[in-house]
């Protein structure tokens, strides 16, 4: 048994807009990350930190959660910014049911349980969305949420949108991450020249990781066994 995670698989099975056409580490990078995601077993969980599908609709991307579904063990499904699909979670839930995805789960306003940790989180806030004061201070209601429903447990915080990078900081999300004692958060977003902005290791009291697809070789992170 094993907790994983990984961020921005960019998958398009349903739609027209495959990675593939940015070059380099994007060429061919659904197999790679079949290949990656081979790892897992019935057991195990699996955090996808946002970005996950590029359909514009639960319909649209309903080839992508059935490639997700397919693979083995429990999938914890985020919001990232290119998630357009993204619904009310009672509906996205309802969707899946009646599609038959029996392992996709929606981390939204709440957590998961996995080896007496508690997994938090939400997509997050990032500088190019300064102007939209109404959805960053909802995304903080969101965190504090779902580190409130952790209660006493050691929490893993999962986000969408890096909360520090170098030269930025968020300081109302990494006050919520410090209030509530998590341990260690993840976050993707970054791609290609911008993951050399990444800062990870321990800052203050968390350490943090960045864990976008083609950051980490499309294959998921090892968290915990």
Request: with cysteine; proline share 4%; glycine share 12%.
């Amino acid at each position: 048994m094993a907790l994983y995670t990984i961020g921005d698989t960019h998958l398009s099975l349903g739609s027209d807009k495959p990675m593939d056409v940015f070059g380099g580490a994007w060429e061919g990078y659904v197999e790679k990350l079949a290949q990656g995601l081979s790892v897992l077993r019935p057991e195990d969980t699996l955090v996808i930190a946002g970005d996950i599908s590029w359909g514009m609709s639960l319909e649209e991307s309903e080839a992508d959660f059935a490639w997700l579904d397919a693979l083995p063990g429990r999938k914890i499904l985020m919001k990232g910014n290119h998630d357009y699909w993204w619904n009310t979670a009672a509906k996205m839930n309802r969707f899946f049911a009646e599609s038959g995805f029996s392992t996709l789960r929606i981390l939204h306003n709440n957590c998961y349980e996995y080896g007496g940790y508690a997994l938090c989180g939400t997509r997050g806030w990032f500088y190019e969305e300064t102007g939209d004061q109404k959805v960053f201070k909802r995304e903080l209601i969101r965190l504090e949420a779902s580190l409130k429903a952790a209660g006493e447990r050691p929490k893993l915080c999962f986000l969408h949108y890096p909360p520090l990078y170098q030269g930025y900081r968020c300081p109302e999300i990494i006050a919520l991450l410090e209030q509530y004692g998590v341990e260690r958060c993840y976050y993707g977003h970054l791609h290609g020249g911008s993951h050399r902005l990444a800062v990870e290791g321990r800052q203050g009291g968390v350490a943090y990781y960045l864990v976008s697809a083609d950051y980490v070789g499309f294959r998921p992170q090892k968290i915990c066994e």
